[in-house]
């Protein structure tokens, strides 16, 4: 059953999302910095609970403003005017300005809208509620997928830190055969 679902599988017992990405962290001796807008530091939050994670968590922002976006991850205003805080390209410039930052070997990033409602004002205008992009710099690769969600503000919120840790579990297990 297992092989069937393949990548849909990340483990065979009830291990967490978070241990088994900080599992296959450790055993690859990598490091990695978080950049967070929308889920406030959850993604980070969740990888500290587990233990030993100093030995590979350098550093996480939550980078709610787009202020903070520029002055702590580097993004450019003309980003963000261009394309919006809540963007594919803000949201890889959100991983590469934290890796770089922290000088880890992965960044990591999230930014999105929570709800309860949609943005109608100001740059991010039109944006529903629930949209997502999670964003990751490996290896000199970068990858960026849209999610929409639905729920509660938590729930969204809890949805897009698990895409997170799920990206980066698919990144992570590209570089071993075993986890």
Known sequence: MCRELGVFVFSKNEEKLEDVVSRLLKKLGRTLAVAESCTGGLVSNLLT????SSEFFLEGIVSYSNQAKKDL???????IEEHSSVSAEVAKAMASGVKERAQ??????VTGVAGPAGIDEGIDRGKPVGLVYVAMVIDGEVECKEYRFSGSRTDIKKGA???????????LSKKTTKY
């Open 49 to 52: 609970n587990v233990q030993g």
């Open 73 to 79: 991850l580097s993004v450019s205003e003309k980003l």
């Open 104 to 109: 880890a070997d992965i960044g990591l990033s």
């Open 161 to 171: 830190a698990n895409a997170a840790l799920d990206m980066l579990r698919l990144g």
